[in-house]
């Protein structure tokens, strides 16, 4: 038996991984009935987009008398399982799977990472309560970059 490529989130990470450190303008690939198109134009430019430096991860915060001081993660840190949009909700106007002191058990989904319309479920490792959300609503966030931390259950 032979193993098959499949265009699964794993496959999708690792081709974007790809683009993204190439210096290509567009990439197109196609297995079986899926097709992943990805472009550093935007639509209808005939122009490549210019270099943009890329932007800084956000550190998490928390007020202190003379304003927001880093804050070191503690608890368990849920990461993001590729680039795209972070949503908090599943749908605009509903609330937000969780907010900070909601309780979670494991599989208990927290967000949603948008990559080109696939909506990857991000959900708790384990049970706990949530400490911090450390992404903007409908901010871009990166592969890995921290999105909550969870306080464990003992």
């Known amino acids: 038996m032979t193993d098959q490529l499949e265009l699964d989130q794993t496959t999708i990470h690792a081709l974007l ?3 993204d450190a190439s210096d290509w303008l567009e990439m197109t690939v196609t297995i079986g009935t899926d097709r992943l198109h990805v472009s ?4 209808g430019d005939a122009a490549p987009e210019p270099a943009r430096e890329p932007e800084p991860v956000p550190t998490p915060a928390q007020p202190g008398p003379s304003g927001p ?14 680039v795209g949009l972070f949503w908090r909700s599943p749908t605009p106007g509903a609330p937000p799977f969780v907010d900070v002191g909601t ?17 990857n479920h991000t959900v708790a490792p384990s049970s706990g309560t949530v ?6 609503n ?17």
């Open 138 to 154: 409908g901010a871009r966030v990166e592969y890995g970059q921290p999105l909550f931390t969870i306080d464990p259950e003992l």
């Open 103 to 119: 309780r979670v058990s494991t599989g208990d989904t927290l967000a949603i990472v948008e990559v080109m319309k696939l909506m």
């Open 40 to 43: 550093r134009r935007a639509r």
């Open 131 to 136: 400490q911090a959300v450390l992404a903007e």
């Open 69 to 82: 001081a880093p804050q070191e993660l503690t608890g368990t840190v849920v990461k993001s399982p590729s």
């Open 17 to 19: 991984e790809a683009f």
